[in-house]
DNA sequence: GTCTATAGTTGGATAGAC
DNA sequence: GTCTATCCAACTATAGAC
């Protein structure tokens, strides 16, 4: 009905795949589905892609490009090491747990990927993009609490991700909140014993302790 | 050409959809490659199952049951804390990544069963087996290495599974080994941490120490 | 028990009218 | 740019011969 111009369409057909895709999962994103849900007819969609394929790249860029920008946003205040810690926590897991479609997407594309040739790039980037946001994440955290992380940030980044995704697995299987908050923050006093505490007035001495918060 | 007893047939056409399933992903497992698979044909398997989800959770169940037993057999050998933690996390890592195939399918079978009804029951069984394996394999630490976990087994076998999990998946995405194993002993590190020498002849104390292995 | 043949669906992709 | 109509491939499932 309504014409638009293409780049217009892509948006609209990506958010569309986005929707289906969440809701019903990766396999139920077909290309007829997505243009019922955008509201077009199927050549639309091959007009504005050239095949299912792009699309589904194009949706995967998408999402992780969000979540990097999600995480950009994010400075915690500055309450003490492990409040920062635990707050940076919370803010993530209630993101996750609000749109548990598009996180199980995330591990359907991320294995879909690892499949299928075409969708080669997918996985790596996404993680590229959750290494890079974890990072992000842990260098806000040093500098709102005043501390510096004993580990590498890259290490300490990948070993966030991983724990995230393992724990929103287990959350997404069981659906048990309590137990994935709780290793979530069994996880962050892990955090928290890795830090050091900045040498800001020349005051602090640098030590590699598990003490508590200090203020700032 | 054969003919077989249903019981013996049903076997040979799980261990078929097992070995295509884990070779090519899951949504290539279907019932004309399972029965090329298994050099049957097509109304072969629909004798045997009654339909392909029925297939598919016969399959899920072989590779939960084979994974329970695996981890039964493993009892490490008493050599102090440090070296029977790193020794499991070796043993476990190499299991996994010399399977690439079946562990990125144990992961197509956990989304898949999220998605669909009919596999509703796959994902919770196969983590409720995962998570009693590893209570197991962390009871085995304990009473190899003569120390107690000052944390409930339970929760401390669902941080197992959520830690390896994430780990691999980083792994089956980028590749990794180095940083894969690094980061799991990172986490057996921790793990250390956590353990209090058993009282065994009424020398030792319970401290909840970080200390290096004590000679058993 | 095992095979071939076929019905019935679904989905990707294109052609061509408007 | 958008729509309808259509082709073609792949899949599940069943029926019926052997």
Redesign the interface.
Known sequence: MNRLPVAERREQLIEAALAVASR??I??ATVRAVAAEAGVSLGVVHYCFQDKDELLRAMAHAITSANLERSMGELPPDVGVAAVIDGTIDALWDGIKESRGAQ?LS??L??SS???PELNQV??E??RGQWAAAEQVLRGVEQAAGVTFSVPLE?LA??V???????S??W???GDEA?AR??MH??GR?LLSTTVANPRDGLEQLLDTGDEALPA
Chains 1, 2 share one sequence.
């Open positions: 019903d999962g396999d139920a199980l591990y359907e991320t294995t690892l499949r299928h996985a790596i996404q993680y290490t990948r070993t991700v991983a724990v995230v995704d393992g724990y697995l287990a997404l299987v069981d137990k709780e290793g069994g996880f892990f």
